[in-house]
């Protein structure tokens, strides 16, 4: 069994930065993917970031380049999400998910395409 365990959220004000992890239970992905995604109230579920384990390669999306990175810790099987100069519009669910092997630049961009998920923490940006 492979368990995903988010932590970190909490509200904080705009300008703020914050931390978020994703503890990997279970299981080592040495060649996978790490997803970090997020759901804005009452919106879709949207892509935030990704790291390739096997070449610490990183892929942003465009409302959070230059703000966010993401990197993973190997010897906590770990990935963690940090967040500078947060905006109100950054408030959100933010949930992680792997996929065993690497995804395309464009493929990990896709929810649909991770076999494990985890809860979510929720992050709130106040103005």
């Known amino acids: 069994q492979v368990y995903l365990a988010e932590s970190g959220g909490r509200l904080v004000q705009a300008g703020d930065s914050l931390t978020v992890s994703c503890a990997i239970i279970?299981?080592?992905?040495?060649?996978?993917?790490i997803g970090w995604f997020r759901q804005p109230p009452g919106n879709k579920l949207e892509f935030v970031a990704a790291?390739?384990?096997?070449?610490?390669?990183?892929v942003y999306a465009d409302a959070v380049k230059g703000r966010f990175t993401i990197a993973g810790e190997n010897a906590k099987n770990t990935v963690i999400l940090q967040m500078n100069s947060l905006k109100p519009e950054d408030t959100a669910v933010y949930s992680c998910?792997?996929?065993?092997?690497?995804?395309?630049?464009?493929?990990?961009?896709?929810?649909?395409?991770?076999?494990?998920w985890g809860q979510g923490t929720r992050v709130t940006v106040s103005s």
């Open positions: 998910a792997v996929y065993p092997t690497r995804l395309s630049d464009s493929d990990l961009r896709v929810g649909e395409n991770y076999d494990y």
């Open positions: 279970g299981r080592t992905f040495s060649s996978g993917t």
């Open positions: 790291y390739r384990w096997s070449d610490d390669s990183t």
